[in-house]
């Protein structure tokens, strides 16, 4: 795979990053059965500080950005990747081989002008999945631009979207593009696919023109986003977002669940720091969990409502 060297270079010289990988040797897994699909946990202790994140402005505002070059431990890395994005070993893996994506300058998490960014690098790099955590949908570091990389098929999405069963969502005037979703998924998701740049990158802008008519849209709709390049398509799949964390996790005693998502969950692998939630997690609780944070089901019939009309999709330039 792409990137070997670099890591098996960053893992000989950055001892934090070597017994961080050599741990994740040791993570447990469980599978959680649902109608037509599963949902793995993985149980790691070392996502702890990603899970408990403190992304208020104070909170952010009061620490260095760990994605800044001047802030990163001198013995790490990067790989120049273009002029505006480095890729870089995450010294706290969930993968066996887990890249960070930042941009080389501080500027904000938000997609606009970065998802042709997205498109790029997994047709250059397809053993690779790209992901991409909202402001308030995950990053822990909302105040830097950043993706993810994973090797391909580690999470369980990737499989189920050609194992379960789709639905069309919108019928775009143009017919190398799909637009689709998988229903009863627990999550509220949104597919895409296509081979053609151009049309996918109009029907993702408008789509999210109407995610953020049916769900907090400030400054940008809350989502967790993924694309890979398989069989000379572009794969995109949306997860819209209402809320970042259920009441579970500010809970005390018995009650609290240290449940925090990002794309990775959303993904159906879902990290857990602590033993007993790891123990604890069942599918009608991951159901109540997921719930408060997917659309709500009035929000997903608004959003059908909102279907794409074909005489009136503007033409997008591409950023």
Not at 272 to 285: G, H, Q
């Amino acid at each position: 795979m792409f990137f070997d060297h670099f890591t098996e270079t960053q893992l000989a010289s950055w001892p934090l990053a070597r017994t961080n990988y050599e741990r994740l040797k040791n993570v447990v897994y469980r599978t959680i059965d649902f109608d037509g699909f599963q949902i793995r946990v993985q149980y790691n202790p070392d996502r702890i500080l990603s899970a408990v994140a403190k992304i208020d402005e104070q909170s952010i505002k009061a620490r260095a950005c760990f994605l800044c070059k001047e802030n990163m431990p001198s013995e790490q890395l990067s790989f120049d990747y273009n002029p505006t994005l480095d890729i870089r070993v995450n010294p706290y893996p969930i993968f066996d081989h887990h890249y960070t994506v930042p941009a080389k300058q501080h500027i904000p998490q938000l997609i606009e002008g970065h998802f042709n960014d997205m498109l790029t690098i997994v047709q250059t790099y397809p053993e690779y999945t790209i992901f991409y955590n909202g402001p308030r949908s995950g990053a822990s570091a909302p105040d830097h631009f950043h993706f993810q990389l994973a090797p391909r098929f580690l999470m369980p999405l990737e499989t189920d979207v050609h194992s379960c069963r789709k639905e069309v969502l919108a019928i775009p005037e143009f017919q190398e593009t799909s637009i689709e979703c998988i229903p009863n998924y627990v999550r509220k998701n949104i597919i895409l696919h296509s081979g053609n740049r151009e049309q996918l990158f109009i029907a993702f802008e408008n789509l999210l023109a109407d995610i953020g008519k049916v769900t907090p849209n400030d400054p940008e709709p809350m989502m967790n986003l993924f694309a890979w390049y398989e069989n000379q398509e572009w794969w995109v799949v949306i997860f819209p977002r209402r809320q970042h964390r259920p009441w579970q996790f500010f809970a005390e005693g018995e009650d609290n669940i240290l449940f925090s998502p990002g794309c990775v969950d959303f993904a159906g692998l879902i990290i857990t720091p602590r033993e007993k939630d790891f123990n604890r997690l069942n599918a009608p609780l991951l159901r109540e969990l997921f719930g408060q944070l997917t659309l709500s089901e009035e929000q997903w019939q608004q959003f059908k409502q909102l279907k794409m009309k074909d005489k009136n999709i503007p033409r997008l330039p591409i950023k």
